[in-house]
Nanobody, 123 residues
Framework: QVHLVESGGGLVQAGGSLRLSCTVS????????MGWFRQAPGKEREFVAA????????YYVDSVKGRFTISRDMFKNTVYLQMNSLNPEDTAVYYC????????????????WGQGTQVTVSS
């Protein structure tokens, strides 16, 4: 059974940076895709970024393009989300997720989810 653990969240001032990590255990570090999602208070969970294993292509929601970068480290079984130029609208619980087979990278129906890590951006 795959197990995803996020870390790296915290409190940061607007304009600052954070790097989230998602470490995978319980199975081989190979998926169709891994993604980052977020959920702000009172809002639905939304797609943030995805990394497709076979092509190494990355995808982002428009609001984070140019500020966030998703990457993977095959030796550490870890996927990262580097977040720069943070603003208060980025405040949310951030979740990583793994998709085993083909599907829409921005859809919520991933196969496995982490427990989430809180990111708070103060103005």
């Amino acid at each position: 059974q795959v197990h995803l653990v996020e870390s790296g969240g915290g409190l940061v001032q607007a304009g600052g940076s954070l790097r989230l990590s998602c470490t995978v255990s319980g199975r081989a570090f190979s998926f169709y895709a891994m993604g980052w999602f977020r959920q702000a208070p009172g809002k639905e969970r939304e797609f943030v970024a995805a990394f497709l294993w076979s092509t190494s292509r990355t995808y982002y929601v428009d609001s984070v393009k140019g500020r966030f970068t998703i990457s993977r480290d095959m030796f550490k079984n870890t996927v990262y989300l580097q977040m720069n130029s943070l603003n208060p609208e980025d405040t949310a619980v951030y979740y990583c997720a793994a998709r085993n087979y083909y599907g829409n990278y921005d859809a919520l129906n991933y196969d496995s989810w982490g427990q989430g890590t809180q990111v708070t951006v103060s103005s």
